[in-house]
């Protein structure tokens, strides 16, 4: 999905480009990413509460969830 406007992007690399785009990003799209943002944030505090709550040896650096959740 894309959220900015077509923009040229020049390369001396033979290799294609990572990613491709698969279509325009809808407002729903816009919306699920927000929704996904704040359910990593949420996800993330609380597995690092439950790590200091167990007092587990361990460290939450991020949480992510997929677009298509």
Do not use: C
Request: charged share 30%; no cysteine.
């Amino acid at each position: 999905m894309v959220r900015e406007p077509a923009t040229i992007v020049w390369s001396d690399s033979p290799e294609p480009p990572a990613l491709t785009v698969l279509r325009r990003a809808t407002a729903s799209d816009i919306g699920r990413l927000q929704q996904n943002r704040e359910m990593e944030d949420l996800a993330f505090k609380l597995a690092r509460n439950k790590v200091r709550e167990l007092t587990l040896p361990m460290k939450i650096v991020e949480a992510h969830y997929t677009f298509d959740r």
